[in-house]
């Protein structure tokens, strides 16, 4: 089968090679894999940034995994013998990261526990859009910023694979919702359902005035000592964090001593691998009240120029990778 692999870090060190097609344990579930999608996580994988990662992972010169990809769509073609949630022919999606990733590729391996079925009004290359990306926005939202009918919530980088979805996840909530990002993305942020959008080229949501009980911040540029003056009292900042040391820094020691005096938190999300979570986004796709939005799709043969296009930074949505396509295309 066909695989991106991965030896080296950086970007330009990726290659895609012919790879043996594994084989199910007792315990596992064989994936035909139709999509896949770059996540955050992939980025660090590949390009071993931020340098922290490495000394964690003690993996200092090469990945620690060969072949990234964490994000899958694709129908069941073999089960190990003690599978007893799915079956093949089944269409399912899942996040990989805590269980090898390996997404970018043919065909995958994994446990039943981190698989759901896929939303059935969604095509393959849609659902591949979602379960990092949601998963991170409901868990951020509902778990970590405890969000409330009615709440004033604000969401910055809002266009980007987890913001749109954390525009829409608010909605869901009832909450009052005001969406940051640049002028070229106001109208598709509008179109997701923000009450409000700013663009952060004409004007700063720290200095208008408005103030927010719930502010959760993807990519977020913006030191935490200034995002206190945009919250109420007892507000949350949620944040996904990095990317960064002194970001980091910022979050996890200054916030929660600056923010304390005046009964506010800073919540960096950690995001947990929930089956139950994956089917409860899976009802709400197919109740028609969330969509994916995807900002490009590229063939399995490109997924280096996937990788590339998605560091830079300026997707709108999600950057999806069909497996299914033609490759030569």
Known sequence: MKALVCTKYGLDKLKIEDVPKPIPGENQ????????????QDMVLITGKPFFVRLMTRNLLRPKLRTPGSDMTGQVEAIGRNIKQFKPGD????????CGFGSFAEYVCVPENVLALKPTNLSFEEAAAVP?????????LRDFGKIQKKQKVLIYSASGGIGTFAVQFAKYYGAEVTGVCSTRNLDLIRSLGADYVIDYTKEDFIKNGQRYNLVMAVRNTRPVWAIKRALVHGGIYVSTAGPSISRLFQEFFIGPQI????????????TKLSQHDLMFIKELFESGKVKPVIDRSFPLLKTPEAVRYYGKGHARGKVVISIGRDNNN
């Not at 990092?132 to 951020?140: M, N, S, Y």
């Not at 005096?261 to 950690?270: L, M, Y």
Request: charged share 25%; net charge negative; hydrophobic share 50%.
């Open 29 to 40: 579930v064989l994936i035909k894999i139709c999509a896949s999608s770059v996540t955050t």
């Open 91 to 98: 269409e399912v999606y899942a996040n990989l990261s805590e």
């Open 132 to 140: 990092e990306a949601a998963l991170v926005a409901l868990q951020g």
């Open 259 to 270: 923010f304390k005096d005046e009964d506010k938190k800073v919540k960096v999300i950690a």
